[in-house]
């Protein structure tokens, strides 16, 4: 009995070792979902944010040169929104490198299709893969 016994442990650790490895591959490929998920929903809102800087900054470029004066007031406001869009761009440029970096993460044996309703914009693996 204790050899039967042996038999069905060896048994068990290898269907449990069978198991482990996709569970272990589901496991990774919903974090790294999960990560996508909130990369891309930061990366919208900061593509937003730029946007508004930049229509701001057009906005105060417009009205100099629609006054021809240069104020040190409006020439400090058109330094502080260029500083501020500068910032923002680079942000969803720092964001936009994340996710690609996310989206190269994950497992190559896995076939990784995301149905992300918030990231419609947001490039498949197999579209990176055909524009590489």
């Not at 923002?88 to 936009?96: G, K, S």
């Amino acid at each position: 009995m204790d050899f039967g016994n042996i038999v069905l442990a060896i048994i068990g650790f290898s269907t449990s070792f069978l198991f482990c490895v996709p569970i272990k591959r589901w496991q990774r490929k919903q974090v790294a979902a999960e990560k996508l998920k909130i990369v891309s929903e930061a990366l919208e809102a900061a593509e937003e944010r730029a946007v508004r800087f930049q229509e701001r900054h057009d906005t105060i470029l417009s009205q100099i040169c629609a006054s021809y004066l240069t104020n040190t007031e409006v020439v400090e406001a058109l330094a502080g929104a260029r500083a501020t869009m500068s910032q923002a761009l680079d942000f969803a440029v720092e964001l936009r490198e994340i996710q690609f970096r996310i989206i190269a993460s994950f497992p190559d044996a896995i076939d990784v299709l995301l149905d992300l309703d918030t990231s419609k914009h947001t490039p498949s693996r197999s579209a990176l893969m055909n524009c590489s």
